[in-house]
């Protein structure tokens, strides 16, 4: 018998996140995010435990089965605390809040996240994996539940003290931050961080840093905006690392996909999650690099393994059964005709609007590049499906499941995320349309930046409106404020105003000392930093699409510029929408090229071969 506080019930099986959905057979009284489980723990005068974690995070997995599938733990839990669990991947503030608090109490943040918290949800205690039984020198789950209802019941003063406390510095912390100058780093400064982080090079074996080894995305594509605005260091090291993530085992070589990360320095023994921003950050790399085959590879593995109701899954597992056994990898260790016959590992098949903003960017790059597979078009598709069925009145959601949408907010990362991805593809394909709704959905952050956010959260003092809680983190992911930078920073370009330019400054602004000193952890901020001080330049070319002086200008796109292939009619609905570049520049009986930099502009071209001496001076 279970001696719980309320009855048991299966509040989880409604749940659109798969995360969730996996852990609604257990005993766990579990409760979804919410305002109902913070008023059941005020009335039964219990802390909180919210556990958070995703669907395709192996070592969440392996607590679920030893702990909240044990009927005995479950008994325990349910008469000492009332339990949340939270899918990092649905409710990234609630997530980023608590990785803020939990830092309080451990150095080893990760998932599965472990906290326990006041009823109104200040953490008094954090863990990530605990195992059913002491291990080394990590407690049992069973004897930090008892030792935390020990404390709620004993010295419960102290602990709300120290939970008080704790949140109190995090606001002081927050508003230091906010009223500090925060200089704008110069390209020195940019050149100096690069040499930073090539000095983290692994001479060895490759790759950025040492064991467990991560692709760092965003740190690839900051390389490469260095590299291309002449940082000739930055150029050689990330052509290095892109061959060394494409010749190991991080890289599926049947499939197309990359793994999420190796345990060990010489890229052996991957964790073998398959995860969209991964490879959508990859995907925009190598196509900016130039290697279409690895790129080409990328496309394929989203089209034919990450491909859900016409956009992309967050993530595919691990784990598959094979021979009945559970099987961590195994079937990525077969070749292709070893994998035939299997089940392929399951999807995380809900869809995330800000990742697959992060996708459509990276078709749009690939399309550019001529990457085979027809980048273009599955970039056109995904963006008229994410306009179709996750922006309604005005508003994004966050996510959806099989039509199903969930009730988590939208966050910066999927206003930014989406409106960048729209303005590339925009650009890219000379759809007017794509930049009309990215500019809409831009104003409607910029209107909205103050009340962006978890709203229980902001009710219960736990964050700022319009303040992501805590330090960024952008070692595998871009975070929203940057790609919302990325986005307005385009946009200010496109449609000439600079007030906008000004307004993504200060968006990153208060990170710009994090991103000085910890640069592996803050790509995309610096990414937006190079294209920021880049030279500002434009590249037209009105005509048909299909001549030489127009195939050389599609591929012409360095950071801080602006490159458009359009015919004459293309050209005329940029105007209509709002892109002043083109007016006057709607005609042309012959292919001409409009190259201008800082405000000035060189005479019109008609001729490829001029156009590529222009380029180069």
């Known amino acids: 018998m279970m001696a719980t506080g309320s009855p048991h019930h299966n509040r989880l099986a409604q749940a659109v996140s798969p995360y969730l959905l996996a852990h609604s057979h257990q005993e766990v009284d579990w409760y979804p995010w919410g305002e109902e489980a913070f008023a059941e723990a005020a009335r039964r005068d219990v802390p909180l435990l919210i556990s958070i974690g995703y669907r395709t995070c192996h070592w969440c997995h392996v607590m679920s089965r030893e702990s909240f599938d044990d009927p005995e733990v479950a008994a325990l839990l349910n008469a000492h605390c009332v339990a949340i669990k939270v899918d990092r991947e649905e409710h990234g503030d609630v997530d980023a809040t608590y990785l803020t608090q939990a830092a309080a109490f451990t150095s080893n943040l990760g998932w599965p996240l472990t ?54 510095a995090l606001a002081a912390a927050r508003e230091e931050i906010r009223h500090q100058e925060h200089p704008t780093p110069s390209r ?32 690839m594509n900051f390389l490469l905006s260095q590299g291309e605005l002449g940082h000739t260091a930055s150029r050689d090291c990330v052509e290095r690392t892109l061959g060394t993530y494409a010749n190991s085992a991080l890289f599926d070589a049947v499939e197309g996909g990359f793994f999420r990360y190796s345990t060990q320095a010489d890229f052996t023994e991957p964790h073998y999650e398959r995860m969209l921003y991964d490879n959508a950050g990859l995907l925009l790399a190598y196509s900016r690099r130039g290697d279409v085959d690895t790129a080409g590879k990328i496309v394929s593995f989203l089209t034919h393994h990450l491909a859900v109701g016409g956009a992309y899954a967050s993530g595919q597992d691990s784990e598959s059964i094979i021979d009945g056994i559970s099987s961590e990898g195994g079937y990525y260790l077969r070749d292709e005709q070893g994998r035939t016959g299997l089940t392929p590992p399951a999807l995380d098949d809900k869809i995330l609007t800000g990742w697959n903003g992060l996708a459509l960017e990276a078709l749009a790059a690939a399309h550019r590049r001529g990457v085979p597979g027809n980048p273009g078009e599955k970039a056109s598709a995904l963006a008229t499906w994410l306009l179709d069925h996750h922006f309604r009145d005005g508003s994004l959601l966050r996510l959806s499941r099989a039509g199903v949408a969930s009730d988590a907010p939208a966050t910066l990362e999927d206003y930014g995320g989406l409106a960048l991805g729209l303005l590339e593809a925009g650009c890219a394909l000379g759809r007017a349309d794509f930049l009309h709704q990215a500019a809409v959905i831009v104003n409607t952050a910029l209107e909205r930046e103050s009340t962006l956010g978890d709203p229980l959260l902001m009710s219960h003092g736990l964050s700022q409106p319009g303040i992501p809680p805590g330090d960024l983190s952008e070692g595998a992911s871009p975070s929203g404020p940057s790609l919302m930078a990325l986005a307005l920073l385009r946009w200010s370009h496109l449609s000439s105003q600079p007030h906008l330019k000004e307004r993504a400054l200060a968006m990153v602004a208060p990170y710009f000392p994090q991103a000085l000193t910890q640069p592996l952890a803050m790509g995309s901020v610096l990414r937006f930093l190079a294209e920021f001080l880049a030279p500002v330049r434009e590249l037209i070319v009105v005509g048909d699409t299909g001549s030489e002086l127009a195939g050389l200008a599609a591929r012409w796109n360095p950071p801080g510029s602006v490159s458009l292939t359009l015919t004459p009619l293309q050209a005329t609905e940029f105007v209509a929408v709002g892109v002043p570049l083109l007016e006057g520049r709607t005609q042309a009986t012959t292919p001409t090229a409009y190259l201008c930099e800082a405000g000035t502009c060189a005479l019109p071209v008609t001729s490829a071969e001029i156009l590529a001496s222009q380029l180069t001076q």
């Open 188 to 219: 020195a400064d940019l050149a100096q961080v690069s040499e930073q982080i090539i000095a983290s090079e692994d001479p060895l074996h490759g790759g950025i840093g040492s064991a467990p080894k991560f692709p760092m995305a965003p740190v």
């Open 115 to 168: 906290v326990f918290a006041t009823p109104t949800g200040q953490a008094f205690y954090a863990a990530t994996y605990l195992p059913p039984s002491p291990r080394d020198s990590l407690p049992s789950f069973t004897q930090v539940i008892e030792a935390v209802s020990t404390a709620w019941r004993d010295n419960r003063d102290e602990v709300l003290r120290s939970a008080s406390g704790l949140i109190e």
